[in-house]
Nanobody, 125 residues
């Protein structure tokens, strides 16, 4: 079993900053690639930032230069530092991760992809 829990959302004015966190818990053998997705009001969920196990990062054009994704492997945590926020950044932010998980009931490990429940960000103009 594995759980991803996001935190750090809130309401800010345009130009402000927020830092989102996502903590993975459970019988985790390894935490591989992690990512943040944005789902704006009435829009599809879209990838905004991605980080590999060795720390290589990639960003959508809409957030490049404003958002920074990072991770702390010792804490099974990924962060999204969001600066110079814009009203179009409003929406729900979801953490996603590729993990290897141990299932004690069956005595086996599995590679899974997991989502958090989301955290809401509102940016007012």
């Amino acid at each position: 079993q594995v759980q991803l829990v996001e935190s750090g959302g809130g309401q800010v004015q345009a130009g402000g900053s927020l830092r989102l966190s996502c903590i993975a818990s459970g019988t985790i053998l390894s935490l591989d690639a992690m990512a943040w997705y944005h789902e704006g009001p009435g829009k599809q969920r879209q990838l905004v930032a991605h980080i590999t196990t060795d720390g290589s990062t990639d960003y959508s054009d809409s957030v490049k230069g404003r958002f920074t994704i990072s991770r702390d492997n010792a804490k099974n945590t990924t962060y999204l530092q969001m600066n110079n926020l814009k009203p179009e950044d409003t929406g729900d932010y979801y953490c996603n991760a590729d993990l290897k998980v141990w299932y004690s009931a069956t005595g086996e490990s599995r590679e899974v992809n997991s989502w958090g429940q989301g955290t809401h960000v509102t940016v007012s103009s």
